[in-house]
Every structure is written in C-alpha cells, then in structure tokens.
C-alpha cells in the first residue's frame, strides 16, 4: 500500500490548504485513517483521525480550524486547514492503520509564514 500527500505549501497567517492523501489497493474504506504533523525539533504529533465510520477526533490545538474528511470511492482523505497559524507548520503525514496495518505516507510540507 501506498499513501501520497499533496496539497502543502506556503501560506499566510489566516489563510487555509487543503491536504489530500491518496492510496493503493482496494480495501480502503475499512482502514482508519489520520494525519499527523512534525514541526522542526519536535515530535511527532497526532492532529487528526477519522474511522472506518466516519467518525472523528481532533488534536485541541487545531479543533474548530481543521476538519478531516474520507472519500472511499476514491480512496483518498483529506485534511481542511482554515485559519492558519504560524505553529501549524510542519510536515504533514497520512496514516493508515487498523488490521494490524500502521502505514505512512513520506509528508507535506505545510509552512505558514507572513
């Protein structure tokens, strides 16, 4: 399985990406699926998930900014990053796991800055 994030980039304070995560095979739907970030220095950090059902969880820094969504017919979620902040930048990764399964995408780089 394959997970490829796109959509990072440089943005101003306030503004908004949308980060996308595409994967192979066929089975996606039963998978949960997360983002998690890792600014410089720092550890890595869980900021979203979203289950099998579509049910979410969100880290308190980013709850009411960022939202996570699934499309399983298209085997891809996404990640919605409204107001911006300079402490969100870091590189964004997706995750699959569940099933014994625990994969990574390589990372976006998302950089907020003015």
């Known amino acids: 399985v394959q997970l490829v994030e796109s959509g990072g980039g440089l943005v101003q304070p306030g503004g908004s990406l949308r980060l996308s995560c595409a994967a192979s095979g066929s089975i996606f739907s039963i998978y949960a699926m997360g983002w998690y970030r890792q600014a410089p220095g720092k550890q890595r950090e869980l900021v979203a998930t979203?289950?099998?059902?579509?049910?979410?969880n969100y880290a308190g820094s980013v709850k009411g900014r960022f939202t996570i969504s699934r499309d399983n017919a298209k085997n891809t979620v996404h990640l919605q990053m409204n107001s911006l902040k300079p402490e969100d930048t870091a590189v964004y990764y997706c995750n699959q796991g569940g099933y014994g399964v625990d994969n990574w995408g390589k990372g976006t780089l998302v950089t907020v800055s003015s």
């Open positions: 979203i289950t099998s059902g579509g049910s979410t």
